[in-house]
């Protein structure tokens, strides 16, 4: 038994694996990340938690809950491995879930400061802003269970037990998820992929553009996931996303044709006045959430 199947050992314990959806962002100073807390479907103990059960709870969960790294601020799983202080396991707090079919999404704010208390905070954001690649962050629900019901997977016809009701108090964040098939992060932000598909295919660039508002740190509900670019002015952009969004307008308009990445990162040094290594990285990056985005979208 692995330590995450340990992590789930506790009958009282509930957990469950998905994937981290988004790639921060940084917003008046604060850190936020942005997750798939939950969707619906059969897990490896052969439950079902039903994305209502944990609507039900996201306001104990809002008010009383944390997010922490696997699981670790919890008491039983605290016990279990002998954690003397395991606050210092919890990385942030809830700020907003909402419902969005059979998914639970999760916007959280992480920790920040000169403190031991924030420093796997501090090391979950450097992992996912300063690495190349990013490191790959998966989400876990904990909680009580409180209620479940017999039934029949809508999707396998195989009998499983519906979780019905849970009181909601954590949410994990792990590099070792109990489900092995989820896919990895992407660093495409919530919403961008909303309006990609089209009758003739894929439109690449409605995924990769972003258009967004200027100020989402004190947004509830669909519009707290977006991601915004607060490059909306001059030709040299100010960071990554006003990078992407510019390349892709390029690309719409026909301004850039040639697609191979030498092209790219030679139109990107002259256009937008970036130094080479500088462009290459971004063009690298651009290419990347490109990629991720065409993956995570054909395994839905």
């Known amino acids: 038994m692995n330590e995450a199947q340990r992590n789930c050992a506790t009958p009282e314990f509930l957990c469950l694996e998905t994937l981290l959806k988004a790639r921060p962002s940084e917003e008046g100073g604060e850190r936020f990340i942005y997750l798939e807390a939950s969707r619906e479907g059969a897990d490896q103990q052969n439950e079902y938690v039903l994305a209502k059960a944990l609507e039900d709870s996201a306001e104990h969960f809002l008010k009383f809950g944390n997010i922490d790294i696997d699981h670790k601020s919890m008491a039983p799983i605290a016990k279990m491995y002998g954690i003397e202080n395991p606050e210092t396991w919890e990385v942030g707090v809830p700020e907003d879930v909402r419902v969005d079919g059979q998914s639970v999404l999760v916007k959280a704010r992480l920790f920040k400061g000169d403190t031991p208390l924030a420093a796997k905070a501090n090391m979950v954001w450097d992992s996912m802003t300063k ?10 629900v904990g909680g009580a269970t409180l209620a479940k019901a017999a039934g029949v997977d809508p999707a396998t016809n195989n009998k499983v037990n519906f979780v019905t009701k849970v009181r909601w108090s954590n949410l994990a964040i792990s590099r070792q998820p109990v ?72 690309m719409k308009s026909k301004e850039l044709t040639d697609m191979t990445m030498p092209s790219m990162i030679a139109f990107s040094t002259q256009k937008f006045n970036l130094a080479p290594n500088e462009a290459a990285e971004w063009v690298d990056r651009f290419l990347g959430d490109l990629k991720s985005s065409l993956s995570n979208r054909s395994t839905k």
């Open 179 to 250: 489900n092995q098939h989820v896919s990895a992060a992407t660093t495409v932000p919530f919403g961008a992929l909303a309006k990609c598909w089209t009758p003739d295919g894929f439109d690449m660039f409605k995924a990769l553009e972003a258009s967004y508002a200027t100020d989402a740190v004190g947004k509830t509900g669909g519009a707290a996931f977006g991601q915004q670019s607060l490059d909306t002015g001059g030709q040299q952009p100010h960071s990554y996303y006003g990078f992407r969004n510019k390349l892709a307008a390029a």
């Open 131 to 140: 690495l190349n690649p990013a490191a790959r962050w998966y989400a876990s």
